[in-house]
């Protein structure tokens, strides 16, 4: 929308220009969202959510290192994620379709 005057920094979260955005500016925005109703969602919970999502949609591990700024997979992985029945089921479910 901002056309021209857009820079992409290559950032999740950024201004309406594609700045960096300042994280004082993103707290408060985050408690009005949570002053209407979203009660129950802390910020921290934000890059778990994201990166569990990314795991239960079958993004590689590396992909979500790379979304969330890390410098290791593993660290990600064991830290960001959380293996659930429905990441197991989804990961016999690939296992089994390549079996045939």
Not at 4 to 23: H, M, Q
Not at 52 to 71: D, F, K, N, S, T
């Amino acid at each position: 929308m901002a056309g021209p005057a857009y820079s992409d920094s290559n950032l999740v979260l950024t201004t309406k220009l594609g700045s960096i955005l300042d994280p004082d500016n993103l707290s408060h925005r985050f408690k009005i969202a949570c002053e209407a109703g979203y009660t129950d969602l802390r910020l921290h919970d934000l890059p778990h959510f994201h990166a569990y999502a990314l795991a239960l949609g079958g993004a590689h591990p590396e992909v979500i290192q790379v979304q969330l700024g890390h410098a290791s997979a593993a660290f990600t992985m064991q830290v960001y994620t959380y293996l659930d029945a429905s990441l197991q089921a989804s990961a016999v479910g690939k296992t089994a379709g390549l079996l045939g």
